[in-house]
């Protein structure tokens, strides 16, 4: 298993250890729900070394980038950033992902599980007067996500992120170097992550935990990341959305952008014009019971429709949330469903939005 | 008869009072569980296999079975735990119990371990 700059941090932390895409990472340090909270009401940090970066470079840098991802490169700005979709030939999705743009060209963010899987496939498709490096083992990534956020970051690097807006990034000297900053993450809270070359990686953690004492910083593991993307309605990948599932179907169509090529367009293009059979969803129980990934969706009459794909007890509303894939014309929000729990049947509501207000 | 309790290698508790067996989880199993947010119990009168998983307990971040270690049925469940399903987390081996099994005949628990036994096996695991 690898490890990460960090992980001596988290064993003396006292945290719970798993396996995650081949790495050995923190699922909890103290609880779950605890560590949920904090970040809902005050500030968390995590390690999120696993994640995967990859720089783009040279004149053919944009021309991959807009080939290979459902979302248009070409209106990023210096210091902009995107959500996208990587595509394969069938619509299907390789891999969610961020688009920074750079000085240099593009900084691409990707999941753990598929670093090998997506440089792979950019590899090969790479356009002329195009450079590819793999950053992920020089780089550690922390994010210091919640409310209290803000003033934790400017304290520990002494910037101002008064005007740095979501999904923009600047990049300040820590010690010489420089770093880079954005205002993103996958909490739903106000927030923020920071890349950095490995060699601080130790000192910046401490940083953030001695500085956050006064805001009820606490480290927050991967079971809280969870529940709390779940909550905010965010996919995660290998759960909600896959090689087999298109963006239009996750509900992601605001990130695709089908007035220019890239691979598998013509296949969303087609689904667009005739619509998605299947839809995901988000839903909140009416009956007791959790749903879990794999179980049954099924109609009132006892037809199934599709399957939950993400389920939890949300800690927020101490109440049990899940998505999943409907038939579409089951897809309406106050469409009530059933969740086959076990052996039981269990009512459901489909939601509009977010599961928070 | 015996107040002692006895443990499974699945990390359950019986306590056998005559023909009735009571059942709940160890300290250590409501520790690997976390936060237990709800019990799925089964109904006083289910008849329960020994080895069948009768009864889910919810985490947060998992669902776990609990696991029959004797054949008979269901005379009790603690219904305490539909409202406060923490009290697995809070008091394991007393206020969380979970159920009680009415056994044909003596109960076969001999294969059971003590709890000097079960801290014994907790080393190993």
């Known amino acids: 298993m690898k490890q990460t700059p960090l992980t001596a941090k988290h064993r003396a932390l006292g945290a719970k250890m798993i396996d995650y895409a081949g790495f050995e990472m923190p699922v909890q340090y103290t609880g779950l729900v605890e560590e949920h909270l904090t970040v809902r009401s005050a500030v968390g940090i995590f390690d999120l070394t696993h994640m995967g970066e990859f720089e783009l470079a040279g004149s053919g840098a944009l021309a991959t980038v807009n080939s290979l991802c459902t979302n248009d490169a070409s ?6 950033i995107q959500y996208s979709c990587l595509t394969n030939e069938r619509g299907g999705i390789i891999d969610d992902i961020l688009v920074y743009r750079t000085e240099q060209g593009f900084l691409l963010v990707v999941n753990a599980a598929n670093t090998a899987k997506d440089y792979a496939w950019i590899e090969q498709n790479l356009k002329p007067d195009t450079q590819l490096a793999d950053r992920s083992n020089e780089l550690t990534l922390i994010a210091i996500q919640g409310p209290k956020s803000a003033p934790l970051v400017e304290e520990v690097l002494s910037v101002s992120v008064a005007d740095l807006k979501n999904y923009t990034f600047m990049e300040p000297e820590y010690k010489g170097v420089q770093v880079l900053l954005s205002r993103t993450g996958y909490t739903g809270e106000d927030g923020f992550e920071l890349y950095f070359p490995n060699e601080f990686a130790e000192e910046l953690w401490d940083a953030f935990l001695t500085h956050g004492e006064k805001y009820g910083v606490k480290p927050v593991g991967l079971g809280a990341r969870d529940t709390l993307r779940l909550e905010a309605r965010m ?11 298109t963006p239009l179907e996750a509900g992601l169509g605001r990130f695709v952008k089908l007035h220019k090529e890239f691979v598998g367009r013509d296949v969303l293009l087609k689904q667009k014009e005739e619509g998605v059979q299947r839809k995901l969803v988000a839903f909140t129980m009416i009956d007791k019971g959790i749903p879990r990934q794999g179980y049954p969706l099924l109609t009132l009459d006892g037809e199934e429709i599709g399957a939950v794909t993400s389920g939890t007890h949300s800690p927020s509303l101490d109440h049990p949330i899940g998505m999943g894939y409907v038939r579409v014309d089951l897809a309406q929000p106050g469409t009530e469903i059933q969740v086959q729990i076990r052996k039981k049947l269990a009512k459901a509501k489909i939601i509009k939005g977010r599961f928070l207000a | 008869m015996s107040e002692k309790l006895l443990y499974t290698k699945e990390h359950e508790w019986v306590l056998v009072k005559g023909n009735i067996v009571r059942i709940g989880i160890s300290d250590y199993a409501q520790n690997e569980l976390g936060d237990i947010v709800f019990v799925d119990l089964p109904s006083v009168g289910d008849w329960v296999e020994e080895g069948e998983g009768f009864c889910a307990l919810e985490s947060v971040k998992a669902v776990s079975d609990v696991y029959a270690p004797v054949s008979g049925k269901v005379v009790a469940v603690n219904e305490e735990l539909e409202d406060s399903p923490e009290l697995i ?6 206020k969380g119990w979970i159920v009680e099994i009415e056994v044909e005949g003596t109960p076969q628990v001999g294969d059971l371990m003590s709890e000097q036994e079960y801290a014994e096996y907790l080393k190993g695991v």
Not at chain 1, 75 to 80: I, K, N, R, S
């Open chain 2, 89 to 94: 987390n809070e008091s394991p081996l007393d």
């Open chain 1, 75 to 80: 209106q990023l700005q210096v210091g902009e």
């Open chain 1, 235 to 245: 996919p995660l990948y290998g759960n909600d959305i896959d090689e087999h599932t």
